[in-house]
């Protein structure tokens, strides 16, 4: 017998699927999704993931971070505004609360706001259903109670999820996770009741995998998004994420970097630069109905 390894998604080969397009026939949709982050000096203990290294407090690598409030995102600002783009916000929703100045720039530049959670060292392992739908709760009135906008949008903090997190985000009416690196399109994820679906965010065009894990210098990080890009784009109806921390490439000597690769990407013809909300009302207007019947059909052994 076959693993349970596919609950979450049907497989499907991106070559058997009826071609996606964009808005006024765009090749690419690209989105940008900073991660505006808190993280708390003294977090609570989570027995299953250390928020920092021991012994706390941990001085160093809590304002290493804070860094990204105070400078690095003002930086990434003045860029997305030289280029006239807009962001998807990754948000500890605990920002609002701590940092309104960020929140109100970033409403003035019509940024969308999606939930990362409520401070960036509190995951989501362990927790048992109330305290997940609490989580949850939490995000939904905080964004919507400083912002205005309803939350549409879902990242997890760390990327942490408990079984249940994608029932439990289609049963509050959060519409796209980006919780699931699988694909180059918007995909539907299988949940108990309503609908949500995954749309593509990026650990590859992510400046913390990049500059922590893999050492990548400011120019490979470059590099590696014009690349990424010049293929999605060759492939026609992909997704490309640039997911940016303020606290990395907010720094003075990574900015260059950034910005020839926004160069590289707003010389192009039929690129939609979209949010993430924008791309996922795209998906469900045009091709979510249209995949939920192939799948069925495929599961049935009609196709």
Known sequence: MLADDLRYYDYLPITKRPPLTWPNGARIAVWFAPNVEFYELIPPVNPARAAWPPPLPDVL??????????VGFWRLLEVMDRFRLRGSAALNVAVCQ???????????RGWEFFSHGIYNGRYVYGMDEAQERALIEDAIVTVERHTGHRLKGWLSPALTNTERTPHLLAEYGITYSCDFMHDDQPFPLNVRAGRLISIPY????????????????????????????????????????????????????????????????????GVWFATGAEIADWYYTHYYNGMIALLASRRSGQV
């Open 202 to 269: 990026t650990v590859e065009i992510n400046d913390a995998a990049a500059y922590i894990r893999r050492l990548f210098s400011p120019q490979h990080f470059c590099e590696a998004i014009k690349a990424q890009f010049d293929r999605l784009y060759a492939e026609g109806g992909r997704v490309m994420c640039i997911a940016l921390h303020p606290y990395l490439t907010g720094r003075p000597y990574r900015l260059l970097a950034l910005i020839e690769g926004l160069e590289h990407i707003t010389s192009r013809q």
């Open 98 to 108: 701590h940092h309104p100045e960020i929140i109100a720039a970033m409403q003035e």
């Open 61 to 70: 690598g809590y304002s290493w971070r804070d860094y990204g409030n105070r």
